[in-house]
């Protein structure tokens, strides 16, 4: 089965920084893999999409890769501010149903 | 637009008691999820609903857990007995499912269950 890597430890960067976030897949490569934002005592609200035949997505401040060779996904944040502090979830589906599998995440702290 | 409406918020109970949540998706969604999340990992599924036919269950621990989507639409999740390794929080989600071109799925705000 599919298993996702993302950074263990928590990031802490300094306000107007560029964050950059880790997800690492096994296995076989996904359909497509989406990014995740939770706020502590909420569900995840999803940010962005990128498909397995994309090499990069943007959305505003956010930038997400998609490398298939190295099996990986980047995700930035430029001009970070403090409100973008919280964690951060990958998750790659696969399957015909399009399930979902998520990473542990990674907390990430914009500090002012 | 409402969101994932989930119940209840919080619950405690003692081990080999038995729990129910309730998950009222987002109107017009075709599928809905139960997603376990332990305290400082991601969302595991549990279960995956399309209309009311289960589309995936293979992480479910049927002996103890089950659940139902009749008529498409609300979800329950019931565990019975409980363990203490239940504890965690409970999230549904929902989705447009093959309509979407995202695949986004909305998430309500969780049931945090504490086993005792």
């Known amino acids: 089965s599919q298993k996702i890597e993302q950074n263990s430890e928590a990031l802490n960067i300094q306000e107007g920084k560029t964050a950059t976030l880790t997800c690492n897949y096994t296995?076989?490569?996904?359909?497509?893999l989406q990014w995740y934002r939770q706020d502590p005592g909420r569900g995840p609200v999803f940010l962005l999409l990128?498909?397995?035949?994309?090499k990069e997505k943007r959305k505003e401040r956010l930038k997400v890769t998609f490398d298939t060779t190295l099996k990986q996904s980047l995700f930035h944040i430029t001009a970070s501010q403090p409100a973008d502090s919280a964690t951060y979830l990958c998750a790659t589906a696969s399957g015909s149903a399009r399930q979902l599998t998520f990473g542990s995440g990674t907390q990430l702290t914009v500090l002012p | 637009e409402a969101g994932v409406a989930q119940s209840p918020r919080y619950k405690i109970i003692e081990k080999r008691q038995s729990v129910a949540f309730w998950c009222n998706p987002i109107s017009g969604h075709a599928t809905l999820y139960w997603y376990q999340q332990i305290l400082g990992q991601g969302p595991k599924l549990l279960i995956q609903f399309q209309n009311n036919g289960v589309v995936d269950d293979s992480q479910l621990p049927k002996d103890r857990f089950s659940a139902e989507r009749l008529k498409g639409v609300d979800s329950t999740l019931k565990i019975q007995p409980a363990k203490l390794e239940d504890s965690a929080v409970y999230l549904c989600?929902?989705?447009?499912?093959?309509?979407?071109?995202?695949?986004?799925?909305?998430f309500g705000e969780g049931s945090r269950l504490t086993v005792l």
């Open positions: 989600a929902s989705s447009l499912g093959q309509g979407s071109n995202t695949g986004e799925l909305f």
């Open positions: 990128i498909r397995e035949n994309e």
């Open positions: 296995n076989y490569s996904p359909a497509y």
